[in-house]
C-alpha cells in the first residue's frame, strides 16, 4: 500500500519546482523568507497536501526531553 497518494506526490514535487525557481517561501501566506532547504521544500508540499485532505501519514509528534 502506497504510503502517499499521487496527487500528494504531485504537491510535493510542485514545492519543490517552487524552491528551484526561488518562489518558494515559508511561513504562513509565504511572508517569511525564501526556502533554500530540500527537506523544508518537502514539509512545506506535505502540509500544503494535508490541508487539501489528500492520503499523507500525519506528523509525528515533537519527542519530549527527558529530564
Known amino acids: 500500500m502506497a504510503k502517499y497518494s499521487r496527487s500528494a506526490r504531485k504537491d510535493v514535487k510542485s514545492a519543490m519546482s517552487r524552491r528551484k525557481k ?8 509565504g ?6 532547504s530540500r527537506k523544508q521544500a518537502i514539509a512545506i508540499g ?3 497536501a ?3 485532505g489528500k492520503k499523507v ?3 509525528k509528534s515533537p519527542r519530549k526531553k527527558r529530564s
Do not use: A, D, H, I
Not at 526561488?22 to 501566506?29: I, Q
Not at 511572508?31 to 533554500?36: D, T
Open 46 to 48: 506535505l502540509s500544503e
Open 50 to 52: 494535508r490541508e487539501k
Open 22 to 29: 526561488g518562489t518558494l517561501k515559508s511561513g504562513k501566506g
Open 57 to 59: 501519514p500525519k506528523r
Open 31 to 36: 511572508k517569511g523568507g525564501k526556502v533554500k
